[in-house]
């Protein structure tokens, strides 16, 4: 992945099975500066799914699959509805689509 240029960037669609994914997600220095997760999908526990998104601020994207992978289990996440994989592809279609600031 090529580092993005400071902005913003979105991916709002339906993955495989039919469930809606949105993935916000804001650069600043070619890092992450803040991700947001939502759509038809449940995270338990969900205040730990929220800690997963600020794990993830300040990263390089290059790494942001690992990392969140690694935040998923180190806080306890488990998701239903969608995978892992479905939010990585996300992330890299919002960063594909930064609007730059």
Known sequence: MTRPAD???RFVGKIP???LL???VEYSG???ARVRI???FFAHPEEAFDRVEVALQGVDPADFSRLLREAVAREGVTIYGVGV???VDAFE???DAIQVS
Do not use: E, F, N
């Open 7 to 9: 902005g913003t960037g």
């Open 17 to 19: 099975g039919g469930k």
């Open 22 to 24: 949105k993935l916000d």
């Open 30 to 32: 070619g890092r992450v």
């Open 38 to 40: 939502r759509g038809d």
């Open 85 to 87: 994989d479905d939010i």
């Open 93 to 95: 279609r919002a960063s």
